[in-house]
T-cell receptor, first 113, second 110 residues
């Protein structure tokens, strides 16, 4: 079946603008995760959604970052008033349950000028 | 917080040789997952090994886990140029978070 998809693939924006990144998880996966990966670095956990439970937002770096998920489907990650240090690849993953394998999307490469 | 540390940071080998990468960690885990990443894009899941398992195989991949030493290794046999990528270990503790190290950059020269 279809894997995790993300859009856009690439996004170039000007400092101070808002951006919205989208993630479509694998159908039936109750858990959804967002990560950030800066150039040459590992993945930083941002936020976790599990079913209808309250999300774990403990990894969000500032209040400029927010995310939503509609039920067990699409999620959007919004970055307000973007800064140059927000430039990174933003990766979304989903899993059948929280202890299971995470399947990653291709990521959105964000460049803030 | 828990974070895996991959070793070496970079590895360069010739096609046909075996490649071994290691992952060390500090606190107990529920499972450990190895991923491959090409060109800084999405991660591809390779193998998940649970804390009560010692070894798993998948094709040319062999993963071992030694919980007493808090370490895991990924062996790629008969490497190919297409294996060139970054390899990450993801650690799963008692909750849902998967934490990653900085990865091992593997270059397989034709």
């Amino acid at each position: 079946g279809a894997g995790v998809s993300q859009s856009p693939s690439n996004k170039v924006t000007e400092k101070g603008k808002d951006v919205e990144l989208r993630c479509d998880p694998i159908s039936g996966h109750t858990a959804l995760y967002w990560y950030r990966q800066r150039l040459g670095q590992g993945l930083e956990f941002l936020i976790y959604f599990q079913g209808n439970s309250a999300p774990d937002k403990s990894g969000l770096p500032s209040d400029r970052f927010s995310a939503e998920r509609t039920g067990e489907s699409v999620s959007t990650l919004t970055i307000q008033r973007t800064q140059q240090e927000d430039s990174a690849v933003y990766l979304c993953a989903s899993s059948l349950g929280y202890q299971e394998t995470q399947y990653f999307g291709p990521g959105t490469r964000l460049l803030v000028l | 917080s828990q974070q895996g540390e991959e070793d070496p940071q970079a590895l360069s080998i010739q096609e046909g040789e075996n490649a071994t990468m290691n992952c060390s960690y500090k606190t107990s885990i529920n499972n450990l997952q190895w991923y491959r990443q090409n060109s800084g894009r999405g991660l591809v899941h390779l193998i998940l090994i649970r804390s009560n398992e010692r070894e798993k195989h998948s094709g040319r991949l062999r993963v071992t886990l030694d919980t007493s030493k808090k370490s895991s290794s990924l062996l790629i046999t008969a490497s190919r140029a297409a294996d060139t990528a970054s390899y990450f270990c993801g650690l799963r503790g008692s909750n849902y978070k998967l934490t990653f190290g900085k990865g091992t950059l593997l270059t397989v020269n034709p």
